[in-house]
């Protein structure tokens, strides 16, 4: 198989690793600091993990938001994954983007990921 998380794994550099998952800087960053929580089993999306799997990504979210906040010090944070191809998954291994936030990194942060589409129903906020 050809999954370059499942190669990062083996031969790349982690920002942390429990039993069933690990955590490496995205190589796209959209903010400093914007990591990626995998887990260490290859499945494509969330609603494949098991409910250990699932405890293993939160304890790994929260264990890299503390490495984060140490580093770079953000002002708020997004998390996010993508499932499917119609969702925007390029990489079909369940990945997790922890992306901290910094007050002015856009100009209105308002509405957080609703801003991404336009939608369905006018947000208030």
């Known amino acids: 198989m050809d999954c370059i998380?499942?190669?990062y794994l083996e031969n790349?550099?982690?920002i942390a690793e429990n039993d069933g998952?690990?955590?490496?800087?995205d190589n796209y960053p959209v903010t400093k600091g914007h990591a990626l929580i995998i887990p260490k089993r290859h499945?494509?999306?969330?609603?494949e993990a098991t409910e250990?799997?699932?405890?293993?990504?939160?304890?790994?979210?929260?264990?890299?938001?503390k490495i984060i906040d140490e580093e770079y010090h953000p002002d708020g944070y997004n998390i996010g994954i993508n499932v499917g191809k119609a969702a925007g998954q390029t990489?079909?291994?369940?990945?997790?983007?922890?992306?901290?936030?910094?007050?002015?990194?856009v100009e209105n942060p308002k509405g957080g990921i609703r801003?991404?589409?336009k939608p369905l129903v006018e947000y208030d906020g």
């Open 52 to 65: 250990k799997e699932v405890v293993y990504l939160d304890k790994m979210i929260r264990e890299v938001k």
């Open 43 to 47: 499945f494509s999306g969330y609603f």
């Open 5 to 7: 998380f499942c190669s």
């Open 91 to 105: 990489i079909f291994h369940l990945h997790i983007h922890l992306i901290p936030r910094y007050v002015g990194d």
């Open 21 to 25: 998952a690990f955590a490496i800087y």
């Open 12 to 14: 790349g550099k982690l």
């Open 115 to 117: 801003r991404l589409m």
